[in-house]
């Protein structure tokens, strides 16, 4: 029997139109250019607005649009989807389910992951254990988020940091030995005071109330976050490295969570790592939640080279927080 790993072999992304900027902020809260950049590596993110589309939907179908024509296969070819979203259209109705529908992937059974910024980073450990099983040979992970529709856009804390995006990798069988390695995956249910949105769920259904008291927006503790950020993305990439025998040499690039550039020089300097390794995006689109790592994986492709070795790194809301070991598996 061959021993098979699971591989990516294509990639696709997707981001909206609208840019806004660090100084379109300053007309709406109280910031600035400088404060944002020095804090965050921030100068701009994207925006999904209503005359181009709408709903996370929108922006993981264009993800998988341009991975399905970079790649060249037909959707029925489909297995598996998983769409990584902590902002799905509905909570009762499927994004992932809308999604096959839309591109046609007629034989593929789908549902969606939710676990806030790390979703993405679960669902390559989740994508790849189907791929492993034997039973599915080509799983499409989407990560996705829509993060404008719940930032409170008077709320300077927050809304300087996230942005709107989408981005897909297709998981396929290798026998070369390339593709997922290793992974080491965590949670603690503290986290949950700490970075939230309070009202919607079945804890706090949607009222009156709830609508009044600006409870449907994200919120965050901005300095417990940091610090359980700073401390567990870069122990989970060292925890990674020492398992495999990894020295900063031996990695090609970390592929980090978008959250907070000071997070990730936090990780990249823990794993020895030069700043010329360390995939790079924040600047450009903010923190997009669940699409941040896919969203690097496209924007880099043309850098990678089959057999680099990649260290996958996140932390998000819950608190949820790992880091993967990928070997790439194409030029």
């Known amino acids: 029997m061959n021993k098979f790993s699971a591989a990516i072999t294509a990639v696709g992304a997707y981001v909206p139109n609208f840019v806004l900027t660090n100084k379109m902020l300053e007309d709406m809260v109280e910031t600035n250019d400088e404060w944002i950049t020095t804090r965050t590596g921030i100068k701009e993110r994207r925006i999904l607005k209503p005359e181009e589309g709408e709903g996370t939907s929108y922006l993981a179908i264009k993800a998988t649009e341009d991975l ?56 390559m450990s989740t994508a790849a254990a189907y791929i492993e099983s034997g039973r599915y040979k080509k799983v499409l992970l989407v990560g996705a988020d829509k993060m404008s529709s719940i930032v409170d856009y008077t709320d300077r804390t927050t809304c300087i940091i996230f942005g709107d995006g989408a981005g897909a990798v297709l998981f396929e069988p290798n026998t070369e030995g390339l593709g997922l390695q290793d992974e080491y995956l965590r949670s603690d249910g503290v986290g949950r005071n700490f970075l939230k949105m309070d009202a ?26 940091f610090k359980f950020a700073v401390t567990n993305m870069a122990d989970a990439a060292a925890k990674i490295m020492e398992r495999n025998d990894l020295e900063g040499d031996d990695v ?14 936090a990780t990249s300097n823990r794993m020895g790592l030069d700043s010329s390794k360390v995939m790079m995006n924040i600047q450009r689109y903010g923190n997009t939640t669940s699409a941040t790592l896919p969203l690097l994986l496209n924007d880099y492709e043309g850098q990678l080279k089959k057999g680099d070795k990649l260290v996958f790194a996140a932390f998000g809301g819950g608190f949820t927080w790992g880091s993967i070991y990928l070997k790439w598996a194409y030029n």
């Open 200 to 225: 919607g769920g079945s804890l706090l259904p949607a009222s009156e109330e709830t609508v009044k008291n600006r409870q449907h927006f994200i919120y965050q503790d901005g300095k417990t976050v």
């Open 68 to 123: 399905l024509q970079k790649k060249a296969i037909d959707p029925k070819e489909i297995d598996l989807i998983l769409v990584a979203t902590a902002t799905p259209d509905m909570f009762v109705a499927s994004t992932a389910a809308l999604l096959a529908s839309s591109i046609g992937a007629t034989n593929a059974f789908s549902y969606d992951l939710h676990a806030a910024c790390s979703s993405f980073l679960y669902g």
């Open 252 to 265: 090609a690039w970390l592929v980090p969570h978008q959250a907070n550039k000071r997070i990730i020089d």
